[in-house]
């Protein structure tokens, strides 16, 4: 089944409107890293409490990415991206009215449900839309706008959380899903234009594929342990600054900049050597990426003054956005473009179930330790080491696009 590859300029616009789609998603996720410390004050949370608030997003993010690849390949990634906006802004939005720990769980929960469609999607778009050697480099481009928000929401949060408060705060955020909703539906094309997705694989086929290929479970163990280290630490990052190291919102604010900075340049730098290394060779670079990681965990956390926290934390984010622009490689390159939606969903389910149980499991961590990190520094440790081996066991080779495809005719 051959490909339609989009024109140029159509193309361009497509990752000019992922771009900005992913850039609030992340800013939606990332203000209640920071909102949290308001939020707890206000509601009395326990550091468990305040881990399962953390989490509950990532709970209905997880259980939402393999049915949101599945909507994708089977009824149009449009149709998709457009529902997912409009859901996770609506319950942004009503994250301001919540006013106990159970409300807002549940509020978290269908906001992570909604933004869930929306990486496997635009992954799907990604598939369909660009040739083979140039998706890492669209992929990287709409993640490089969550660098972006990672540098920017400590800044806003800092002036915002203390003028208008978090409640005003989440309305604002989740009106501009209306603008960005209004964008996809004018701007992106038909589903039909885009790739006959109505008429691929059935969800039994497309899964029976999936579930039967080593590359995929590898994947999702890769996704699992990565992401834990990730969303550790971007969850419990400001926390951590303001109980232990002792700064406040601003100070936190600005000093974020420095990493954020780097990952948006380590993305769009990362997302072209990976288009032009073979998957094998980023596979082993991967594989010590991780591994270094895991020492660079343990100096940042043991570091004895902030400028030597700061530095190793940005090697930190220079080594996890690698690994993290490299996974996402091996289903754009590696699986047919008609299920590349459901690949991607099933492989980013293990991310986010990664997402859904850390924050909670460091809260409970330093509720148990009597504040103390360091639990949750040794869980940081481990899972980079495990990525490692889940790494080393992806096998790209014979896993090319027209193989699976033959698969999938058969």
């Not at 933004?115 to 660009?130: D, L, N, R, V, Y």
């Amino acid at each position: 089944m051959s490909e339609k590859i989009l024109e140029k300029k159509v193309r361009k616009t497509l990752i000019v409107l992922l771009f900005f789609g992913w850039a609030l998603g992340n800013l939606d996720r990332y203000l209640m890293n920071y909102a949290v410390v308001h939020i707890g004050k206000d509601l009395s949370l326990s550091a468990t409490e305040t881990g399962l608030i953390l989490s509950s997003f990532f709970l209905g993010y997880a259980l939402m990415q393999l049915p949101g690849g599945l909507l994708a390949d089977k009824f149009g990634a449009k149709r998709v991206l457009l529902m997912a906006v409009i859901v996770w802004s609506i319950f942004t939005g009503l994250t301001a009215v919540a006013w106990t720990l159970s409300v807002m769980v549940v509020i978290r929960f269908l906001f992570g449900i909604g933004e869930g469609g929306f990486q496997p999607s635009a992954s799907k778009i990604i598939s369909t839309s660009f040739p083979v050697n140039e998706r890492s480099k669209a992929m990287s481009i709409m993640l490089t706008s969550g660098g972006i928000m990672a540098m920017l929401v400590p800044i806003i949060a800092a002036v915002l959380l203390v003028t208008i408060g978090w409640r005003a705060f989440f309305v604002i955020a989740g009106s501009l899903g209306v603008i960005i909703a209004f964008l996809y539906w004018k701007y992106v094309p038909k589903d039909e234009v885009l790739k006959e997705s109505v008429k691929g694989p059935q969800v039994k086929a497309i899964l029976g594929i999936l579930f039967k290929k080593p590359l995929m479970w590898s994947l999702v163990v890769s996704y699992f342990t990565i992401y834990a280290v990730n969303w550790g630490l971007n969850s419990w990052m400001p926390k951590y600054l303001s109980d232990v190291r002792g700064l406040d919102l601003v100070s936190i604010g600005w000093l974020q900049m420095i990493p954020g900075a780097i990952q948006i340049i380590a993305m769009l730098l990362f997302g072209y050597l990976i288009d032009k290394l073979d998957l094998k060779v980023n596979k082993f670079i991967g594989a010590l990426c991780a591994l270094v990681l895991a020492g660079f965990l343990f100096l940042m956390f043991n570091a004895q003054s902030i400028t030597l926290f700061i530095t190793y934390q940005s090697i930190v984010t220079l080594l996890l956005t690698f690994v993290m622009l490299l996974l996402p490689s091996f289903v754009l390159k590696r699986i047919p473009s008609d299920y590349a939606g459901t690949a991607m969903g099933m492989a980013n389910t293990g991310g986010q179930l990664a997402g859904f149980v850390t924050p909670t499991l460091i809260g409970f961590m330093v509720d148990s330790f009597n504040g103390s990190y360091n639990a949750a520094m040794w869980l940081l440790v481990v899972m980079s080491i495990i990525c490692v081996g889940a790494i080393i066991t992806i096998s790209p080779k014979g896993q090319g696009n027209k193989e699976a495809e033959h698969e999938y005719i058969a």
